[in-house]
């Protein structure tokens, strides 16, 4: 029986004291996040192709949501960036204090705010947007400045909004993300994100830092080359933590009194495969609380990729959900 609210069992996680229960993370990888009604008016759910604000075409997935159209890029010459990549008008028409009231309004006061508010799901991933994955990594090793320059008007950007966000919503939680990995291992070397990438992340989280708010950070495949980085940069959670390609209990056991582990439960592994029994994907729920709860600094996210309503999926999601909930109260006094 609960003695404590949700929220406060959250930010006991995430303050590295031990919880009363495990926190379960939602299929979104948050927990009651805050969405910027005016930031996500250029993503009309109703549409299934749109521009985003810096006119980059988008179409909708179903397997994984918003993408960029496929060979669509707007940029294709980095060096001439400044022609192409402009300040997106909807920045200066938001009205900040009228929309965080209507968003706040929809919000259980209760229950954790896990604000994320940025022009882009991340500085690489922005970049891939722009001129797509090939491209952006030749302009990386070709025309380092110029990337840096585009990434650092983009975090200017970031910046801006951020602070006015912190300011009017008020998050417990900031959150933020950059898919800089694939399954098997970073997309650019140590050398080339100290240089282009780490100064970024690292002034982004800075902003939320010196707001005194808990920092998260989303990246999906195998990450843990970068784990360093983050926890230096004072990021207190990680998601989803695919344990696939990452040791996650090494990880925990290097880093745990320091960086909390969200997900950790692999969304394309065994668990949704439609040949694997009921008994193993339970077995796989409790695996992963027994490797990586003891100690606290984590939460489970047993979100298995998917069709939305595929009944195979729907009956497998509700294998996990119910087996976390059998045991998630058992691993804390």
């Known amino acids: 029986m609960a003695t404590i609210s949700a929220k406060e069992n ?3 996680m995430y303050r590295g004291e031990i919880p009363e229960w ?8 948050g927990l009651t996040r805050l969405s910027n009604s005016a930031l996500q008016s250029f993503r009309p759910p109703e549409q299934l ?8 075409p988008m179409i909708m997935e179903p397997n994984s949501g918003p993408i960029p159209a496929p060979g669509e890029f707007i940029l294709t010459d980095i060096t001439k960036w400044r022609d192409v990549i402009k300040r997106p008008q909807l920045l200066d028409e938001i009205d900040w204090e009228l929309t965080a009231q209507k968003d706040l309004a929809e919000r259980d006061p209760e229950l954790l705010k896990d604000g994320f508010c940025t022009v882009s799901n991340g500085y690489f991933m922005i970049l891939t947007y722009f001129m797509g994955f090939d491209n952006a990594l030749i302009a990386c090793a070709e025309e380092p400045e110029d990337v840096k320059d585009l990434l650092r008007f983009i975090l200017d950007l970031n910046i801006e909004i951020g602070k ?7 998050p417990d939680v900031f959150g933020w993300g950059d898919d800089i990995a694939h399954e098997r291992a970073p997309f650019v070397s140590h050398e080339m994100f100290k240089d282009i990438f780490y100064p970024i992340w690292a002034e982004h989280y800075k902003m939320i830092k010196e707001a005194d708010l808990i920092a998260t950070h989303h990246n999906c495949g195998a ?6 980085y983050i926890v230096e940069m004072g990021v ?12 996650l209990p090494a990880i925990k056991a290097q880093f745990g009194y320091q960086l909390a582990i969200n997900g950790a439960f692999e969304n394309n592994g065994p668990a949704s495969w439609p040949e694997t029994p009921e008994e193993e994907v339970r077995a796989l729920v409790r695996k992963t609380c027994d490797d990586l709860a003891p100690g606290g600094r984590f939460s489970f996210g047993g979100y298995i990729m998917g ?18 909930n059998k045991i998630k109260f058992s691993y804390y006094n």
């Open 10 to 12: 959250w930010l006991r």
């Open 223 to 228: 990450f843990a080359p970068f784990v360093p």
């Open 236 to 247: 207190d959670g990680w998601n989803p933590a695919q344990p696939t390609y990452n040791d």
């Open 307 to 324: 069709l939305p309503d595929d009944p195979e999926r729907l009956k497998r999601q509700g294998w996990i959900t119910d087996e976390f």
């Open 164 to 170: 006015k966000f912190i300011y009017y919503y008020k």
């Open 49 to 56: 192709e749109w521009k985003d604000m810096f006119g980059v």
């Open 22 to 29: 495990i926190p379960g993370m939602d299929s979104h990888l």
